[in-house]
């Protein structure tokens, strides 16, 4: 009697889950957000409609899903920002690593077509804070946190608001599209914040 193994079902789930995902990510990219359909991602993807609605709700949770499977570590380790002992290169490091995702025009419209949905659905924005926005802000928060037990960085600073003197004006300018993001002027909000929140 053979002893050949049925098919692996997880792994074809999974295999379906990422065409899927990659099928979102392309169409989003390409289309206009307003034409990308459920309909149209499983064509994409090689699957039938129903393979999504087992899975996610709508479109705005399968958008929501492919924006959130960028974040996803391989290894499966937690989210962490770089701690070389210099705070200003590190964040420097990210901020210019930030600016380049959003000034992606890929990500920029997944990004934008997530915002969207979020701003009018309270159940996802709950769903994008808990599984994406609060795991970012920590890991930050850490880094911060090292930065002020050497004296880095002012012992008492409110740690949410040297993130908001951080990252709104970026979120701003990109939302707006009132200037370009580069790397001075990822640069350059960090060296405001620094100044800002200094021993």
């Not at 002992?85 to 590190?90: K, R, S």
């Not at 920029?108 to 996802?124: C, F």
């Not at 795991?135 to 960085?153: F, M």
């Not at 004006?169 to 599209?177: A, E, V």
């Amino acid at each position: 009697m053979s002893k050949e193994k049925g098919p692996d079902h997880s792994r074809r789930k999974e295999r379906s889950r990422q065409a899927i995902l990659a099928a979102t990510r392309a169409l989003v990219a390409e289309e206009a957000y307003e034409r990308v359909t459920v309909e149209a991602i499983a064509a994409r993807a090689g699957v039938g409609k129903q393979t999504i609605y087992r899975r996610w709700p709508s479109k705005s949770a399968v958008v929501f899903a492919a924006l959130l499977a960028l974040s996803e570590d391989a290894d499966g380790q937690s989210v962490a920002l770089p701690d070389t002992g210099d705070l200003q290169a590190d964040l420097k490091f990210v901020m210019r690593a930030t600016v380049e995702e959003f000034a992606d025009p890929a990500f920029d419209r997944l990004i934008r077509a997530v915002n969207t949905e979020i701003a009018n659905d309270a159940a996802l924005a709950a769903e994008y804070r808990e599984k994406l926005a609060l795991p970012l802000e920590e890991a930050k928060k850490a880094r911060l946190r090292s930065a002020q037990e050497v004296g880095q960085l002012d012992a008492d600073a409110d740690l949410d608001l040297v993130l908001e003197v951080l990252y709104a004006p970026l979120f701003q300018r990109w939302l707006h599209r009132s200037a370009p993001l580069t790397a001075a002027y990822a640069d350059s909000l960090v060296d405001v914040t620094l100044r800002a929140f200094s021993p």
